[in-house]
């Protein structure tokens, strides 16, 4: 699966922004998929999840309550939304696909596409 994430900005601390990630293939409905982030300076690190069906979401405590997963399998999209932003969000965030929410709550995916810049001013 081939992965295209936008939605990426400035944004003061409090603000909001939309991640979205568009997917080719057949069988993007039967994916996991996630975001992962990596900030300068740290190691990548889990943000989010939602299995295939979109009943079962997964969140990295820092961003529980102010982000919400969702997608779309009809067209091939999932999306962050993220509320309440801080400084500390401030990362390149990937979009990534798997077979396994348990591969992406360690902050790995088989597949992943290129980033988009989040930066939260203070």
């Known amino acids: 699966v081939q992965l295209q994430a936008s939605g990426g900005g400035l944004v003061q601390a409090g603000g909001s922004l939309r991640l979205s990630c568009a997917a080719s293939?057949?069988?993007?409905?039967?994916?996991?998929m996630g975001w992962l982030r990596q900030a300068p300076g740290k190691e990548r690190e889990f943000v989010a999840a939602i299995n295939w069906t979109g009943r079962s979401t997964y969140y990295a405590d820092s961003v529980k309550g102010r982000f919400t997963i969702s997608r779309d399998n009809a067209k091939n999209t999932v999306f962050l939304q993220m509320n309440s932003l801080k400084p500390e969000d401030t990362a390149v965030y990937y979009c990534?696909?798997?077979?396994?929410?348990?591969?992406?709550?360690?902050?790995?995916?088989?597949?992943w596409g290129q980033g988009t810049l989040v930066t939260v001013s203070s």
């Open positions: 293939g057949r069988t993007f409905s039967s994916y996991v």
């Open positions: 990534a696909a798997d077979e396994s929410s348990a591969t992406m709550r360690v902050g790995d995916a088989g597949s």
